[in-house]
């Protein structure tokens, strides 16, 4: 086992941390990381997440080499490897993003994300904000695999993300108080 730093970022959140991988054998199995900063704000106290890939756990545990070889399950006494319930979606999905993807389409999704994002910051409402600041990200994230936004754009979009996250961030922490008030009164009325 060999612990390798590795400080994780997300431009588009706002969001970084301290980290460390968790190799096991040469391969990444785990990695945990100390959230310094989400949506722009110091977190405190600092939060810790661990993340950890299964697949590659289980590519240990089973001693293969490659993750398509995974035992998945076992069928009347037959093997179902990973290939056989993963290999078409990640065709599919591979093919989609990086060739058929229709940029007009997702340029038009992510505004109308980025616009609902809005709407939902300006009706007090920070989760429902985030969940279209997750689908702004994802479309940007398409449609920089479909290689449509340039080195400029790019950066633009990046702020215009990180933007909205912090201003989901933002009011999330303004709505602390009244929150535990909602969950006090839930709790004595239940």
Not at 23 to 32: H, I, K, N, S, Y
Not at 67 to 86: G, P, T
Not at 88 to 112: C, D, P, Q, W
Request: charged letters at 25%; proline letters at 3%.
């Amino acid at each position: 086992i060999r612990f390798v730093e590795d400080n994780w970022e997300s431009p588009t959140l706002g969001a970084w941390g301290l980290g460390w991988e968790v190799w096991l054998d040469g391969m990444e199995v785990t990695q945990f990381t100390y959230f310094q900063q989400v949506g722009g704000i110091p977190c405190s106290p600092i939060p810790v997440e661990i993340t950890y890939g299964l697949e590659r756990l289980a590519m240990y545990v089973q001693k293969v080499e490659n993750i398509l070889e995974i035992e998945w399950a076992k069928k009347d006494n037959e093997s179902v490897r990973y290939m056989q319930v993963h290999l078409e979606s990640e065709y599919e999905f591979s093919k989609y993003h990086f060739e058929i993807a229709s940029v007009t389409r997702l340029l038009e999704m992510f505004k109308n994300a980025q616009a609902e994002a809005l709407h939902c910051l300006k009706n007090k409402l920070p989760l429902p904000a985030y969940d279209f600041v997750m689908l702004c990200s994802h479309f940007f994230n398409i449609l920089d695999a479909r290689k449509a936004i340039s080195v400029a754009e790019r950066q633009n979009y990046i702020l215009q993300i990180r933007d909205l996250a912090k201003g989901c961030a933002v009011l999330y922490k303004e709505q602390e108080e009244e929150r535990e008030e909602r969950l006090k009164n839930a709790l004595i009325k239940a």
